[in-house]
């Protein structure tokens, strides 16, 4: 399949928070005014400044700690839900890359009502930013078609993030996901084959980030979890709390 | 670093111990990792369960303040497991040494201890001399009065069950982790430490280190690729910095500084130039008095003649004996003896040691000057927290400095790495580079003493060469070749002859004669006759073991990886032929070198190594390591204040009453601060966890510049305490509410972070309790951002270094209100 | 609603530039590429090395031409240790070189004073010149009580700085030593 697309190793993620910043930096985010609330994970979440958020969890399993790093992020879904919920109020409101699949809010998506557009979304992605504008990362549309990488992924030190052309990155993800497998049984590729940014964890995806994979619906367990047709997508959200 | 950042990725075994490397040098694992790919093994041994311990392969609690004992018990696996590398042992270390037999230790004090001076005579350490004056050896390690085997005894009494009751480490961890390190003391396996402030910010610093020189050495680790020592820096030019010398205790190129009974060069000389008996030791201190007269040629110029002993007097000299370090010279504020005060881009109050004695200081003084990029706590101080302005008469000015970006120089990184930057945009407003400040007021000071004639003593400041300006501004280019150093008249050296005003090519070619001038020589080099070095972009590498030779420019020489000379067995091959650092190559007729040289690195030296290919030994070879006066590397180092051998002590505020190991329960010649305002709690109840201060990605130091800039202050927006889930319980703490943290000197409050990732000690059987702050944090900004955790730490320092105790003491942590 | 073509070509973001669009046509789905302009294409470059922690990272700055400003900085791809990449701290350098608190004026604060005071350079060397001498020269001790020659200025110290560069801190040193200070210290030995 043609487009690009970003693995991210959480095997070699240190929360440096170098892409947390790095992707303000890009997008000439502003910052929040925020508390320490008993955790390293901040701002708290994505919001309409922070398009990249590290979250943090610790864990304790057989009487061993582990701390899951988790950097969030827009997925850039092959078949986008906040797509179909928007597009169906304000045609044109979303670009969906040819070339890269890069998904892209324009301007357009303020008239689109945005609590169906944020909660179409499987990972709890989209925001609003201070001038009412839904707001999300952008793969960096402008460096990729430019020839550059997403200046998170440019920025990681350790290479938990990848960048590149899809099919290429998904032999990497599958290639690093058989080298660990023995190491770490309950490894798993996150919604791969759906998502242009795959995540690799090493422990129940829930354990790292409540909205790490698309949420299963057992009431209708038909196609692809997590993805419905646009209208009833927007009927159902609400109800599935996704 | 004797090796550097890159080189991390040639190791098979790194130990990373009393540094936080994932979080504090977070691109180092970018190469940390590295090596972990190609199957290396990462230890992270730390009181706390950090984002470095998540990407090691073994984690190992230990209690803050025991890495001695931990590292103890590695020598004590070592020897009785055969891991060392004997070969190692017994060509390049003082292993075989005979110790005379004044030497001893009992109950925990080696022999010589003054208990009314609280100092050693380190006399009673001294080596048996042949009659050549060399140290007498025994190559087998079997006499009982060898080094090697003293070594075995010292720290026999280090066994697994007392090192797990002290460190709080469970034994397995304590195997896994020296199974694995110890692994490396094999010639094709490497074995590296990353260490930083976790080691030197106790009163028993120095001796953390040399516990790992001393595995290191017994390893085979040092000079080879993915081994050595490696000191994890904390600023970017801290090494810079102290290369040039802005330390009280030595001038720049580590020359000591001179004292007061060394009243002319030849005094300063004899007592500062080592001498060796040995032909096959290099000894390259030796060449001191030529550095020295070289740095009187930099600073003085022709006013430096041999007449006048090149203007030598005119240094100041510190009283012998006596401490002009940071605890001291905030004590002799603190007691009024400082009248002017530069915190020239540094905020002391908020990074040192009882910070609120250092900010009661402040108020003594008639005048200071803080120069830096933000406010801070330091220049603010009279309007800080508890002060009254009105009845605070001291004058501040405070400069405002360019930012890195908006100046062109070069820095040091901790692989001795001096990279040459550039300006990128002009500095705001009317802030200058910190260069273009000194050298204009300097100008200014010295237009003072031009005018008032009967001025005290105005030679230095009316001799001082300052020609750093070209169209009257500050030229760093100029700068940085008066470091390198000059050629002051023509000199033929060999068949080469050197014009006067020409740069020196590297320091072998340094005078002691008045005909050089260099300011740094460990930087001759740097700067020379091929131009700016340490400007180089040039990535082109055949080493193999990624040394990047020609990008920026390393001191010594360009040397990248340093004690090379150890890397090869004695006939000149590399240990561990698939990583070579250096080899010597060459003809060989009858089982000799005929002839030959050194390939790969700059090999430390030029002269052939020690035998031949035969086995036969070499009249010109030299010993391994060449900046120690007999050559070899020191197990035993009669060089220390506290001893020759590492010997755990607990900190001075410690949470058990009886050290396990012996009856000195802390370091009986520790730097210890004495004012009503430098208080210990030991064993008090009062204050009954163990408290240690750390740091955070986001920030940096005390966050001058961190805490102003929104991306980071909003990743780690408050002071926090992290404390463990069972403290939370005994306390009735919620994880994210405010507490007291409280320590004998101060009190701080801070967000609770309850975490999984500290867990209590079992220490001698009773159950410790350990906390952390990070002291990025001051009152001027943000508000509800918190203040210094320096307001608890400790007054007490090692002896050797004197840097302070910041990392284990003790705190109360307490419910607010409580 | 027609789209016009500044709606069309403005993509949502927090920043009122945005993403800026160079693309014909209107109909978005069917566009094959875009020419997306980077907003750092006719920035001059130039390399340093980062300010904190001494791994020594190259950081590439972006400095419009026109207004001489750093517009934006990022890892130096060239350099060997980083290739390209930064943590936290060295990838907010931007806020260094942008930054409303930057400290851009110099400063006094007169005895019992709770204000600071706006001042001038030259004012302000000259000031500290002569405090400088008049304290040094104060306190100056040629010998100690010992009778050993030490030409010292015993009353005024000086801390910093692992900030400045090499050349930076030899000058500094050279300056505090021919005065005669003896107190002088920094970050290392904290």
Same mark, same amino acid.
């Given at each position: 399949?043609?487009?690009?697309?970003?693995?991210?190793?959480?095997?070699?993620?240190?929360?440096?928070?170098?892409?947390?910043?790095?992707?303000?930096?890009?997008?000439?985010?502003?910052?929040?005014?925020?508390?320490?609330?008993?955790?390293?994970?901040?701002?708290?979440?994505?919001?309409?400044?922070?398009?990249?958020?590290?979250?943090?969890?610790?864990?304790?399993?057989?009487?061993?700690?582990?701390?899951?790093?988790?950097?969030?992020?827009?997925?850039?879904?092959?078949?986008?839900?906040?797509?179909?919920?928007?597009?169906?109020?304000?045609?044109?409101?979303?670009?969906?890359?040819?070339?890269?699949?890069?998904?892209?809010?324009?301007?357009?998506?303020?008239?689109?009502?945005?609590?169906?557009?944020?909660?179409?979304?499987?990972?709890?992605?989209?925001?609003?930013?201070? +001038?009412?504008?839904?707001?999300?990362?952008?793969?960096? %549309?402008?460096?990729?078609?430019?020839?550059?990488?997403?200046?998170?992924?440019?920025?990681?030190?350790?290479?938990?993030?990848?960048?590149?052309?899809?099919?290429?990155?998904?032999? +990497?993800?599958?290639?690093?996901?058989?080298?660990?497998?023995?190491?770490?049984?309950?490894?798993?590729?996150? #919604?791969? #084959?759906?998502?242009?940014?795959?995540?690799?964890?090493?422990?129940?995806?829930?354990?790292? =980030?409540?909205?790490?994979?698309?949420?299963?619906?057992?009431?209708?367990?038909?196609?692809?979890?997590?993805?419905?047709?646009?209208?009833?997508?927007?009927?159902?959200?609400?109800? !599935?709390?996704? | 670093?004797?090796?550097?950042?890159?080189?991390?990725?040639?190791?098979?075994?790194?130990?990373?111990?009393?540094?936080?490397?994932?979080?504090?040098?977070?691109?180092?694992?970018?190469?940390?990792?590295?090596?972990?790919? &190609?199957?290396?093994?990462?230890?992270?041994?730390?009181?706390?369960?950090?984002?470095?311990?998540?990407?090691? #392969?073994?984690?190992?609690?230990?209690?803050?303040?025991?890495? %001695?004992?931990?590292?103890?018990?590695?020598?004590?696996?070592?020897?009785?497991?055969?891991?060392?590398?004997?070969?190692?042992?017994?060509?390049?270390?003082?292993?075989?040494?005979?110790?005379?037999?004044?030497?001893?230790?009992?109950?925990?004090?080696?022999?010589?201890?003054?208990?009314?001076?609280?100092?050693?005579?380190?006399?009673?350490?001294?080596?048996?001399?042949?009659?050549?004056?060399?140290?007498?050896?025994?190559?087998?390690?079997?006499?009982?009065?060898?080094?090697?085997?003293?070594?075995?005894?010292?720290?026999?009494?280090?066994?697994?069950?007392?090192?797990?009751?002290?460190?709080?480490?469970?034994?397995?961890?304590? !195997?896994?982790?020296?199974?694995?390190?110890?692994?490396?003391?094999?010639?094709?396996?490497?074995?590296?430490?990353?260490?930083?402030?976790?080691?030197?910010?106790?009163?028993?610093?120095?001796?953390?280190?040399?516990?790992?020189?001393?595995?290191?050495?017994?390893?085979?680790?040092?000079?080879?690729?993915?081994?050595?020592?490696?000191?994890?820096?904390?600023?970017?030019?801290?090494?810079?910095?102290?290369?040039?010398?802005?330390?009280?205790?030595?001038?720049?190129?580590? *020359?000591?500084?001179?004292?007061?009974?060394?009243?002319?060069?030849?005094?300063? &000389?004899?007592?500062?130039?080592?001498?060796?008996?040995?032909?096959?030791?290099?000894?390259?201190?030796?060449?001191?008095?030529?550095?020295?007269?070289?740095? *009187?040629?930099?600073?003085?110029?022709?006013?430096?003649?041999?007449?006048?002993?090149?203007?030598?007097?005119?240094?100041?000299?510190?009283?012998?004996?006596?401490?002009?370090?940071?605890?001291? !010279?905030?004590?002799?504020?603190?007691?009024?003896?400082?009248?002017?005060?530069?915190?020239?881009?540094?905020?002391?109050?908020?990074?040192?040691?009882?910070?609120?004695?250092?900010?009661?200081?402040?108020?003594?003084?008639?005048?200071?000057?803080?120069?830096?990029?933000?406010?801070?706590?330091?220049?603010?101080?009279?309007?800080?927290?508890?002060?009254?302005?009105?009845?605070?008469?001291?004058?501040?000015? $405070?400069?405002?400095?360019?930012?890195?970006?908006?100046?062109?120089?070069?820095?040091?990184?901790?692989?001795?790495?001096?990279?040459?930057?550039?300006?990128?945009?002009?500095?705001?407003?009317?802030?200058?580079?910190?260069?273009?400040?000194?050298?204009?007021?300097?100008?200014?000071?010295?237009?003072?003493?031009?005018?008032?004639?009967?001025?005290?003593?105005?030679?230095?400041?009316?001799?001082?060469?300052?020609?750093?300006?070209?169209?009257?501004?500050?030229?760093?280019?100029?700068?940085?070749?008066?470091?390198?150093?000059?050629?002051?008249?023509?000199?033929?050296?060999?068949?080469?002859?050197?014009?006067?005003?020409?740069?020196?090519?590297?320091?072998?070619?340094?005078?002691?004669?008045?005909?050089?001038?260099?300011?740094?020589?460990?930087?001759?080099?740097?700067?020379?006759?091929?131009?700016?070095?340490?400007?180089?972009?040039?990535?082109? #590498?055949?080493?193999?073991?990624?040394?990047?030779?020609?990008?920026?420019?390393?001191?010594?020489?360009?040397?990248?990886?340093?004690?090379?000379?150890?890397?090869?067995?004695?006939?000149?091959?590399?240990?561990?032929?698939?990583?070579?650092?250096?080899?010597?190559?060459?003809?060989?007729?009858?089982?000799?070198?005929?002839?030959?040289?050194?390939?790969?690195?700059?090999?430390?030296?030029?002269?052939?190594?020690?035998?031949?290919?035969?086995?036969?030994?070499?009249?010109?070879?030299?010993?391994?390591?060449?900046?120690?006066?007999?050559?070899?590397?020191?197990?035993?180092?009669?060089?220390?204040?506290?001893?020759?051998?590492?010997?755990?002590?607990?900190?001075?505020?410690?949470?058990?009453?009886?050290?396990?190991?012996?009856?000195? /329960?802390?370091?009986?010649?520790?730097?210890?601060?004495?004012?009503?305002?430098?208080?210990?709690?030991?064993?008090?109840?009062?204050?009954?966890?163990?408290?240690?201060?750390?740091?955070?990605?986001?920030?940096?130091?005390?966050?001058?510049?961190?805490? &102003? /800039?929104?991306?980071?202050?909003?990743?780690?927006?408050? *002071?926090?305490?992290?404390?463990?889930?069972? /403290?939370?319980?005994?306390?009735?703490?919620?994880?994210?509410?405010?507490?007291?943290?409280?320590?004998?000197?101060? +009190?701080?409050?801070?967000?609770? %972070?309850?975490?999984?990732?500290?867990?209590?000690?079992?220490?001698?059987?009773?159950?410790? =309790?350990?906390?952390?702050?990070?002291?990025?944090?001051?009152?001027? $900004?943000?508000?509800?951002?918190?203040?210094?955790?320096?307001?608890?730490?400790?007054?007490?320092?090692?002896?050797?270094?004197?840097?302070?105790?910041?990392?284990?003491?003790?705190?109360?942590?307490?419910?607010?209100?409580? | +609603?027609?789209?016009?073509?500044?709606?069309?070509?403005?993509?949502?973001?927090?920043?009122?530039?945005? /993403?800026?669009?160079?693309?014909?046509?209107?109909? *978005?789905?069917?566009?094959?590429?875009?020419?997306?302009?980077?907003?750092?294409?006719?920035?001059?470059?130039?390399?340093?090395?980062?300010?904190?922690?001494?791994?020594?990272?190259?950081?590439?700055?972006?400095?419009?031409?026109?207004?001489?400003?750093?517009?934006?900085?990022?890892?130096?791809?060239?350099?060997? %240790?980083?290739?390209?990449?930064?943590?936290?701290?060295?990838?907010?350098?931007?806020?260094?070189?942008?930054?409303?608190?930057?400290?851009?004026?110099?400063?006094?604060?007169?005895?019992?004073?709770?204000?600071?005071?706006?001042?001038?350079?030259?004012?302000?060397?000259?000031?500290?010149?002569?405090?400088?001498?008049?304290?040094?020269?104060?306190?100056?001790?040629?010998?100690?009580?010992?009778?050993?020659?030490?030409?010292?200025?015993?009353?005024?110290?000086?801390?910093?700085?692992?900030?400045?560069?090499?050349?930076?801190?030899?000058?500094?040193?050279?300056?505090?030593?021919?005065?005669?200070?003896?107190?002088?210290? =920094?970050?290392?030995?904290?």
């Amino acid at each position: 399949m043609a487009g690009k697309s970003i693995f991210i190793d959480t095997t070699r993620c240190t929360a440096c928070r170098g892409c947390q910043i790095a992707c303000k930096n890009w997008n000439r985010n502003g910052a929040s005014a925020t508390r320490n609330t008993g955790s390293h994970q901040n701002p708290p979440d994505l919001d309409g400044n922070t398009f990249k958020v590290v979250r943090f969890s610790e864990v304790e399993t057989d009487g061993k700690v582990c701390w899951y790093f988790f950097p969030d992020q827009c997925r850039h879904c092959l078949e986008p839900p906040c797509k179909d919920a928007a597009e169906g109020y304000v045609p044109n409101s979303v670009i969906q890359d040819k070339a890269t699949g890069a998904v892209v809010y324009t301007e357009k998506m303020k008239e689109a009502p945005f609590d169906e557009v944020k909660s179409s979304c499987p990972y709890n992605i989209p925001r609003l930013n201070g +001038m009412a504008q839904p707001v999300k990362c952008t793969m960096c %549309i402008d460096r990729i078609s430019n020839g550059l990488k997403p200046a998170c992924v440019r920025t990681c030190p350790t290479s938990a993030m990848n960048f590149g052309e899809r099919d290429e990155i998904l032999q +990497m993800a599958r290639e690093r996901l058989a080298a660990i497998k023995e190491k770490y049984p309950k490894a798993q590729l996150l #919604d791969a #084959d759906q998502v242009r940014v795959i995540y690799l964890v090493t422990d129940d995806p829930v354990k790292y =980030h409540k909205n790490a994979v698309a949420s299963v619906t057992p009431a209708i367990g038909q196609g692809q979890p997590g993805r419905f047709a646009g209208p009833i997508k927007r009927i159902l959200g609400n109800v !599935l709390g996704v | 670093m004797t090796n550097h950042w890159i080189d991390l990725a040639n190791s098979d075994c790194i130990l990373i111990m009393g540094s936080n490397a994932a979080e504090n040098h977070p691109i180092s694992f970018r190469w940390v990792l590295k090596a972990q790919d &190609n199957g290396a093994t990462v230890i992270h041994v730390d009181p706390r369960f950090t984002r470095t311990s998540t990407k090691a #392969d073994i984690y190992a609690p230990l209690r803050s303040g025991t890495d %001695i004992a931990f590292l103890g018990g590695m020598i004590k696996y070592i020897l009785e497991n055969d891991k060392f590398f004997t070969s190692y042992v017994v060509n390049y270390t003082n292993g075989p040494y005979i110790v005379g037999e004044k030497y001893s230790f009992k109950d925990g004090l080696f022999s010589g201890f003054n208990s009314e001076k609280k100092s050693y005579d380190s006399s009673t350490w001294a080596f048996e001399l042949d009659d050549q004056g060399i140290p007498k050896k025994d190559l087998t390690l079997q006499d009982p009065r060898c080094v090697f085997q003293l070594l075995k005894t010292h720290y026999s009494r280090y066994d697994l069950d007392i090192v797990s009751s002290v460190t709080g480490t469970p034994k397995d961890d304590l !195997l896994k982790v020296y199974l694995a390190y110890s692994a490396t003391g094999v010639s094709d396996k490497a074995g590296t430490i990353m260490y930083a402030m976790g080691w030197c910010q106790h009163t028993v610093g120095v001796q953390n280190i040399r516990a790992m020189s001393i595995i290191q050495l017994l390893l085979g680790n040092m000079g080879i690729a993915g081994g050595g020592v490696n000191a994890l820096r904390g600023e970017s030019n801290v090494q810079g910095s102290t290369d040039a010398g802005l330390l009280f205790h030595i001038l720049p190129g580590y *020359l000591p500084s001179p004292t007061a009974s060394l009243a002319t060069l030849a005094d300063y &000389n004899k007592k500062n130039t080592p001498t060796s008996k040995d032909p096959l030791s290099a000894n390259w201190w030796q060449n001191r008095p030529k550095y020295m007269v070289s740095l *009187l040629k930099a600073l003085y110029g022709d006013a430096a003649k041999k007449e006048n002993d090149f203007c030598y007097s005119w240094l100041p000299k510190g009283d012998e004996g006596k401490s002009y370090s940071w605890l001291d !010279l905030f004590d002799a504020m603190y007691s009024k003896q400082l009248k002017g005060f530069f915190a020239w881009g540094m905020n002391p109050a908020c990074s040192g040691a009882n910070a609120n004695k250092t900010r009661e200081a402040f108020a003594n003084l008639d005048w200071m000057v803080n120069v830096n990029v933000f406010d801070n706590e330091t220049a603010s101080f009279w309007r800080g927290p508890g002060m009254n302005p009105k009845q605070i008469k001291t004058e501040v000015f $405070f400069l405002p400095c360019a930012a890195f970006l908006e100046k062109e120089g070069s820095i040091s990184n901790s692989g001795r790495w001096a990279q040459w930057r550039y300006k990128a945009q002009e500095p705001l407003g009317d802030s200058k580079p910190d260069g273009d400040i000194i050298y204009e007021l300097f100008k200014e000071i010295r237009d003072l003493y031009k005018k008032d004639k009967k001025a005290k003593f105005a030679d230095p400041i009316l001799n001082l060469k300052w020609d750093y300006a070209t169209n009257n501004k500050f030229d760093a280019h100029l700068a940085a070749k008066a470091i390198n150093g000059y050629w002051l008249e023509d000199k033929t050296i060999g068949d080469k002859t050197y014009k006067k005003g020409e740069l020196v090519p590297a320091f072998a070619m340094l005078q002691d004669d008045g005909s050089t001038s260099s300011g740094t020589w460990i930087y001759c080099q740097s700067y020379n006759q091929d131009g700016n070095n340490m400007a180089r972009r040039d990535k082109s #590498d055949s080493s193999g073991i990624g040394l990047y030779p020609k990008w920026s420019w390393a001191w010594p020489v360009n040397r990248r990886i340093i004690y090379n000379r150890a890397s090869v067995d004695p006939t000149g091959k590399p240990w561990n032929p698939k990583k070579p650092v250096i080899e010597y190559v060459g003809e060989v007729k009858d089982g000799k070198y005929a002839s030959g040289s050194w390939k790969g690195d700059v090999p430390d030296g030029p002269w052939p190594h020690l035998q031949n290919p035969d086995g036969s030994p070499r009249a010109d070879g030299k010993l391994a390591f060449i900046m120690r006066s007999d050559g070899y590397g020191a197990l035993f180092g009669p060089g220390l204040k506290d001893g020759p051998f590492p010997e755990h002590y607990e900190p001075l505020e410690c949470p058990v009453e009886k050290n396990s190991f012996g009856l000195q /329960l802390n370091n009986p010649i520790a730097a210890i601060i004495k004012s009503e305002r430098d208080v210990i709690k030991t064993c008090d109840p009062r204050y009954p966890f163990v408290g240690t201060t750390y740091r955070v990605t986001e920030h940096w130091q005390t966050g001058v510049l961190t805490r &102003n /800039l929104p991306w980071l202050i909003e990743a780690e927006p408050q *002071l926090f305490v992290e404390i463990s889930e069972q /403290l939370a319980e005994i306390r009735n703490i919620k994880n994210g509410e405010k507490v007291i943290v409280e320590s004998a000197r101060g +009190m701080l409050e801070a967000v609770a %972070i309850v975490t999984k990732r500290f867990r209590p000690f079992t220490i001698q059987g009773t159950e410790i =309790h350990q906390v952390g702050l990070p002291w990025h944090y001051g009152w001027i $900004f943000p508000p509800e951002g918190g203040d210094s955790a320096n307001l608890l730490t400790p007054s007490v320092g090692d002896p050797n270094t004197r840097i302070p105790e910041s990392k284990a003491f003790m705190v109360n942590v307490r419910k607010k209100g409580a | +609603m027609k789209l016009t073509r500044r709606s069309f070509l403005k993509v949502s973001s927090a920043a009122s530039a945005g /993403l800026a669009l160079n693309g014909l046509g209107l109909d *978005l789905s069917s566009v094959r590429a875009y020419a997306w302009e980077l907003r750092t294409s006719e920035a001059k470059e130039t390399p340093t090395i980062c300010c904190y922690c001494a791994v020594g990272c190259g950081i590439l700055c972006h400095t419009d031409k026109k207004t001489g400003k750093i517009i934006y900085t990022e890892g130096d791809a060239d350099h060997p %240790i980083n290739n390209g990449t930064l943590c936290a701290k060295g990838a907010s350098a931007y806020q260094i070189a942008q930054n409303e608190k930057r400290a851009t004026n110099v400063l006094y604060r007169a005895p019992n004073s709770d204000k600071w005071q706006v001042k001038k350079w030259d004012w302000a060397l000259k000031e500290i010149a002569k405090r400088v001498k008049k304290t040094r020269d104060a306190g100056f001790a040629a010998g100690n009580e010992q009778g050993q020659i030490v030409n010292r200025c015993n009353d005024i110290a000086s801390v910093g700085s692992a900030a400045l560069d090499n050349e930076e801190c030899w000058l500094y040193q050279a300056m505090l030593r021919s005065l005669g200070i003896v107190y002088i210290e =920094h970050q290392a030995r904290i």
